[in-house]
């Protein structure tokens, strides 16, 4: 991903950092000297350890559901009079990403509908194969089975949103009787990390001077739509409950197709959707 690509640099003109970071890479600015010093000790600690070292895994018998990343939550657009359309990439992880050369498909949500490009073979969408540069218009309950990967396509009478890609587990956080679990681009603790994906590869703009500003400014989706400490699921009152933390960016929960706002503490159960931000989250019991 862009956001794994770091710069390492004693001068950035303001050009280079605004393209870079327009990429969706990061940046950090030091002496050469002191990077090669730092990479030269810990080059020697790793070969001073051994196997004899003790690893403390946290125990992990108390759980009482797992909290799932299962999904891709795809806003509607215009977006705020800012994005006029929008593309995610999916690699063969499962997991959804900004343009990229490894990906397999890519989706594109469009005013009026979301489209999935197969970008390599093997893509199947309701059983039936889609050739490599294909495009197919999504519906409700269309699946796309890519080898062992497997979303549903999910229509959404909302506002927000024109649909979901939900199915495939990429990570979990094991939820125990006195450990909560904090959702957020930033969680405290052992949280569930949501999508930060940032650069603007993947958006075209809105005309206006709403956009150029928001472009200026680095604007992303995930980032304008999911705050940093957005809610949390703990076990309290002898039933698992969804708290909301963020004032401003709100967090959903899905039934029959209709997303509903969490304005305060609600029990969640076995099988329960959360929708924040562009991901898509389940509880699943243990």
Known sequence: PPANIWRIGQ????????EW???????????KELWLKHIEDLSKELQENNTSDTIILKDLSSAIADLRFVGLALPRVPLSNIVSSYTYDLLSTGEFVLNSTLSIARIEVLEHECQIQALRGE??????SLPVGAIHSLK???EIVWRDIQFTFITISSETYIGLLTG???????????DPVEIGR????????IADRRGQVNIKWCSG????????????????????????VAFEQGELQLRPLHKQCPTYLLADGRLSVV??????????TIVTGTSVLSIKGV
């Open 209 to 232: 001077s709403r956009a150029v500003e928001a472009q200026f400014n680095g604007f992303s989706i995930d980032r304008a739509m999911s705050g940093r400490r957005q809610a949390r």
């Open 168 to 178: 495939h587990t990429t990570k979990s956080v094991p939820i125990g009787i006195h």
């Open 263 to 272: 304005k305060g503490d609600i029990e969640v159960l076995n099988g329960t």
């Open 140 to 142: 409700n309950n269309d």
């Open 11 to 18: 001068v950035l003109t303001p050009k280079e950092r605004w």
């Open 21 to 31: 970071e327009h990429n969706g890479h990061r940046w950090l600015i030091g002496e």
């Open 186 to 193: 930033e969680p405290q603790g052992e949280g569930m990390v």
């Open 123 to 128: 893509i199947q969408i309701n059983g039936r």
